[in-house]
């Protein structure tokens, strides 16, 4: 856990805040403390101590990692909503649609993201080796539990909303730090409970919201029936 796990899952602050200004969606105190609850969770769970062993040089390059995981973290709530309001069809369901657009993000990348390898490469940036067969497998294992997830999210964009999507998304954090504690044998510090209870406070805060506001709607919708 770092602090750029922390900024990153600020998406469901973007996600919301998009979601106001592109889907319309009211501004409800309790979605907003939903959100805000999540987010200390991820900061709590985050906190660690100093790293003494940090040069000059690793210091003065993490103000450009936070605002690029900063600008990621926008950009991730952008897509979520850009995506709900464009890509998903309205009053139509269909795992075709989700399947198309996840196969399209897996094609975008892989004719795209290889492109800086050669170069990073041959400035010694990053140099790149072909892996063995232990990471080959790790990196098929990898990719395949990606595609999962990413169908996975893409369903849960589809059928909920992007803010319900991304604060859900911050469940997998106290998951993973439960499953390092069990097959690694570490024990959890105190922020880690705290903060993954916060987590899940924030995600209860917001499927109560949500259902009542799916509750209004469709009393809404009842209502102009009956007019």
Request: a neutral charge.
């Amino acid at each position: 856990m770092s602090k750029v796990t922390a900024i990153y899952n600020t998406s469901c602050f973007f996600a919301y805040l998009f979601s106001v200004l592109l889907l319309g969606e009211r501004v409800r105190l309790a979605k907003c403390a939903a959100v805000g609850v999540s987010i200390v969770g991820v900061v709590l769970m985050a906190l660690a101590g100093p790293d003494a062993g940090a040069t000059a040089a690793t210091r003065s390059s993490e103000l450009l990692g936070d605002a690029l995981s900063l600008a990621c973290a926008c950009g991730i709530g952008l897509y979520q909503v850009l995506y709900k309001k464009y890509a998903v069809p309205r009053d139509f369901h269909s795992l075709y649609a989700v399947n198309f657009m996840t196969s399209l993000l897996g094609l975008s990348t892989l004719a795209l993201c290889w492109l800086p390898v050669p170069a990073l490469h041959a400035a010694r940036i990053e140099r790149f080796a072909l892996p063995n067969r232990a990471q080959a497998l790790l990196i098929c294992a990898n990719a395949l539990a990606g595609v999962a997830f990413n169908a996975g999210f893409m369903i849960a964009l589809a059928l909920t909303s992007p803010l319900f999507a991304a604060v859900g998304v911050m469940l997998t954090i106290p998951v993973m730090a439960v499953v390092d504690m069990a097959m690694q044998g570490q024990l959890l510090a105190w922020n880690v409970f705290v903060g993954g209870a916060a987590i899940l406070a924030g995600f209860i805060i917001l499927t109560l919201a949500e259902y009542h506001d799916s509750v209004r709607k469709a009393q809404r919708a009842d209502d102009d029936n009956d007019d």
